[in-house]
């Protein structure tokens, strides 16, 4: 039986007020079931972030309710507000700026370890290999400083870093729309990968509908705040009923590549298609 993590119930945020303030997000409601992806889509702007921090907690919502598990998000106590912050990590879109850039992978691997003060230093070291592993990143790499390396890697770092915590969810913000083209590729099946090994929960958002064919199970297309669309990743990216979910989906390339790749779901590599 499939059980829900998330369940959002008209989540509203405003950063202005007054009569002609447009809320950044706007009557939101999804579910997301344990272990399943959850993909939004939507251009720059549309409240896809703001979403995001709602969930996590970092932003007070003005309406609606998020529950975790069935706990309400907005009236956790201080000791479970960090309890679920082990459980529901955020993953930002640029590493460049979400990781300590003086630091080594090791030392940006424990941080988050001695933050929640868990584990002895036997069981962190433990933890951090699993979590390196899990990324395909060589033990060798703990040595390495931040600054050093490249952009995938920076990126496998963050998403280590998250998972070092064993958490249940992931919400992941544009996890690949700063790097390569030619890296992403590895990054999204790091991601996919973990999804089956872990049986982790993502919350993806992307402006790149490919991204969103590639990961998610469930689909939302956000236009100025609102969910005007969503559905099954198929229904939405094959059946559009919105004149703007049309609009992305006419545009994105390589369509039929990435759909056939979610379809046959043996998950072969993810070609070089995003
Ligand atoms: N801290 C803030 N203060 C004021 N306005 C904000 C703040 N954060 C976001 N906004 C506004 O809220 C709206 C939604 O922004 P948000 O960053 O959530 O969009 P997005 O879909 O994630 O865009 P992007 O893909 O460019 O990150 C925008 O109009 C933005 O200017």
């Keep these: 039986m499939t059980t829900d993590s998330f369940v959002c ?3 509203t945020k405003s950063f202005a007020h007054g009569p002609d303030a447009a809320p950044a997000v706007d009557d939101v409601s999804f579910t997301l079931g344990t272990g ?3 993909g939004i889509v939507g251009e720059s702007g549309a409240g896809k ?3 995001l921090k709602c969930l996590v907690g970092l932003l007070p919502a003005d309406g609606g309710r998020v529950t975790y598990e069935g706990q309400d998000v907005g009236r956790m106590s201080r000791q479970e507000m960090r309890a679920y912050r082990r459980r529901v990590q955020l993953v930002l879109q640029d590493p460049y700026t979400s ?3 003086n630091a080594t992978v090791a030392q940006a691997l424990e941080e988050p370890l001695a933050i929640h003060r868990l584990g002895s230093s ?3 070291r433990a933890r951090i290999l699993r979590a390196l592993e899990s990324v395909s ?3 060798r790499t703990l040595d390495r400083g931040i600054r050093t390396l490249s952009g995938g890697q920076r990126q496998r770092v963050a998403i280590a870093r998250a998972l070092v915590l064993d958490p249940q969810t992931l919400l992941l913000d544009e996890p690949v729309s700063a790097l390569d083209v030619s890296v992403r590729a590895q990054v999204l099946n790091v991601l996919i990968d973990l999804q089956e090994e872990r049986g982790l929960g993502y919350v993806v958002v992307s402006h790149d509908l490919n991204v969103i064919k590639i990961l998610a199970d469930e689909v939302a297309v956000m236009l100025k705040g609102r969910f005007v669309e969503q ?3 198929t229904q939405v990216l094959y059946s559009p009923r919105h004149e703007y979910s049309q609009l ?9 590549r990435s759909l056939e790749n979610r379809a046959q779901r043996e998950r072969p590599a993810v070609a070089g298609t995003v």
Excluded: I, M
């Design 9 to 11: 119930e008209r989540l």
């Design 36 to 38: 399943r992806s959850f």
């Design 49 to 51: 972030s703001t979403l």
């Design 99 to 101: 990781l300590p850039v």
């Design 122 to 124: 036997q069981d962190r």
């Design 137 to 139: 990143l060589a033990q």
């Design 231 to 233: 559905g099954s990743a």
């Design 248 to 256: 992305l989906v006419s545009v994105a390339p390589s369509v039929e």
